[in-house]
């Protein structure tokens, strides 16, 4: 026998002579287990989930980085201006790379400054107005005209700078722009000063004009003699629309209409019917006049405008059923 045997023997008699001297416990009533229980990390809580990207979300950041790249690459200024171009579609999205944008205002080139303040107009309207405001005492009138269209991507209230611009400048395209933008934003607070800018304006930019003043009736009615004066303007389309808006407005005065009988004999059939249907508006009286009819060839056009065109009681015609009323 090996020497750790007694000693193993003495063991076992211990455990033996120890468990002998134990209470029993009742058959039915189950030893008490006390199991160490440890929760697991929540995964949710410890690590953030990874915000869920679409599909085009994905496309747009991916598009940015790629303008981002090509406008520190890119010195074509063609190729910088379709760049800008693609900056000002992904608006809000492209604001990563804002402060590009923004360098790209004070290039040497115009066509890039312009398309680059345009941009900034869509992807930061908040904080566009100062570029903007620069932008339109430009030296070149693209740059300009792209600072008015700006104005009204990002629907800038105050116009008073619009107007004013609209009413010193000399090329079309940026009075059209203006007053676009006015016509668009614009409430009657500004009417006199849009009536008081039409003398001074292209015929292109008098129509948004003439439309911004005829949607606010109300307040244009005292600047009507403003409006008389487009009747004589070389532009076709422009007399037919001061001429219907003599009518919309209800002007009853002499000069208003001595300009409508002239409009009956109009060369443009439009204004020949602007001016009839004004006439017949503010008469209640159609004279069986047919605006149609060529005045150099139709009898009874030239005979109305023959009728008309001697009427000395303009008082009579000048005041509707509701009492005299003039401007």
Not at 156 to 183: H, S, Y
Request: proline share 6%; aromatic share 2%; charged share 30%.
């Amino acid at each position: 026998m090996s020497r750790t045997t007694p000693t193993i023997l003495g063991l076992a008699a211990v455990l033996l002579l120890s468990s002998c001297g134990k209470k029993s416990e009742p058959a039915d009533v189950k030893p008490e287990v006390k199991t160490l229980t440890t929760t697991a990390p929540d995964k949710a809580e410890s690590t953030p989930a990874a915000p869920v990207v679409s599909r085009e979300d994905a496309k747009r950041r991916k598009m940015v980085e790629l303008l981002r790249t090509r406008l520190a690459e890119v010195k074509d200024e063609i190729e910088r201006a379709e760049v800008l171009g693609h900056a000002k579609d992904l608006a809000g999205a492209a604001k990563p790379i804002l402060d590009l944008v923004v360098a790209a205002a004070k290039d040497k080139d115009p066509m890039v400054r312009g398309a680059a303040v345009e941009a900034i107009a869509a992807i930061d309207p908040e904080g566009a107005r100062a570029h903007l405001e620069t932008a339109l005492k430009d030296g070149d009138a693209e740059v300009r005209t792209k600072a008015a269209e700006g104005w009204l991507l990002a629907k800038l209230k105050d116009l008073a700078p619009l107007i004013a611009l609209a009413k010193e400048e000399i090329d079309p395209r940026v009075q059209v722009a203006a007053l676009l933008a006015v016509e668009k934003l614009g409430d009657a607070s500004l009417v006199a000063k849009v009536a008081g800018t039409l003398a001074s304006l292209d015929p292109l930019a008098a129509k948004p004009a003439l439309r911004f003043l005829i949607a606010n009736k109300a307040a244009a009615i005292p600047h009507a003699d403003k409006i008389l004066d487009l009747l004589t303007w070389r532009d076709s389309e422009l007399r037919g629309l001061a001429a219907a808006a003599i009518g919309t407005l209800e002007v009853r005065s002499k000069p208003a209409f001595e300009g409508l009988i002239r409009g009956l004999a109009d060369d443009a059939e439009g204004v020949r019917k602007a001016a009839f249907e004004s006439l017949k508006a503010l008469t209640g009286n159609n004279f069986e006049y047919d605006p149609g009819a060529r005045p150099g060839v139709a009898p009874k056009a030239e005979a109305l405008i023959r009728a008309l065109s001697v009427i000395a009681d303009f008082d009579r015609l000048a005041a509707p059923a509701g009492g005299p009323r003039g401007w």
